[in-house]
């Protein structure tokens, strides 16, 4: 186990980095501390090659995050220090982290701690999770989900969850597509995370990498503007060694050997 700080833990097995924030007794909450430990194990994460993805979770079985330390942020205005006491930081693509991500949902996933999940490519969720943006009940404004949460579920539903701050459930949370399974406890959360995560190490790391960076970037363009801007990247794929192994271990009958060039 790699400690970066003692509210972000980082563990590699397989290839997988396990990411867990480490704050139970707050909830998760995302601390001035906690927010500088994940930026650094993000950019540990996109340099190490024997890294292909990442899960990401929360300690403690109550709560994936629930958001800003808002006990943090009240002592930081006290002392003047208004408009840095919110968490910082850019989603996971703006940090160049184009491996895929899956987040593993024990409990409440509210606030922040949503707006963690959506930038995450895939949300596997126990069946006692809640989710939700309550900022406006404390004045505040949501970052990254108040922009992408509807582009990832129908507006109608969106709205509701920003207008109201009500929380939704897990069943609700699946049948509007916020998350993309269900599972029954802690145990099976985990279970579920590693099956998907050996699904996509089946693939080519380059090709599953390049798909992320096609996808974040041009998911806002429209189509002929966002194929543009994959040309260059898709050619630069299809001239790779892994693109010659994928073919050929197929036609061979047999489990491709991916090199990553």
Known sequence: MVTTTQTVLYEKRDGVAYITLNRPESLNALSRELSAGLREVLAELRDDPEVLLAIVTGAGGRAFSAGMDLKERAQLDAEGDRWTGATQ????????????????????????????SLQCDIRIATRKSEFGLPEPRWSILAGYGLHNLSRMVPLGEALY??????????????????????????????????????????????????????????????????????????????????AIEGPRAFSEKRSPVWKMR
Do not use: H, W
Request: glycine share 10%; net charge negative.
């Open 89 to 116: 930081g850019g989603s996971f693509v703006d940090q160049g982290v184009f491996k895929p991500m899956i987040a593993a949902i024990d409990g409440f996933c509210v606030a922040g701690g949503l707006e963690l």
């Open 161 to 242: 969850m920003q207008l109201t701050g009500r929380r939704i459930d897990s069943t609700r949370a699946y049948q509007i597509g916020l998350i993309q399974e269900v599972v029954e406890d802690r145990d099976e959360l985990f279970q579920t995370a590693e099956r998907v995560a050996d699904e996509i190490k089946l693939c080519a790391p380059l090709a599953v990498q390049a798909i992320k960076q096609i996808v974040s970037n041009g998911r806002s363009l429209p189509v002929e503007y966002s194929q543009k801007l994959s040309a260059p990247i898709a050619q630069r794929i299809g001239a790779t060694d892994d």
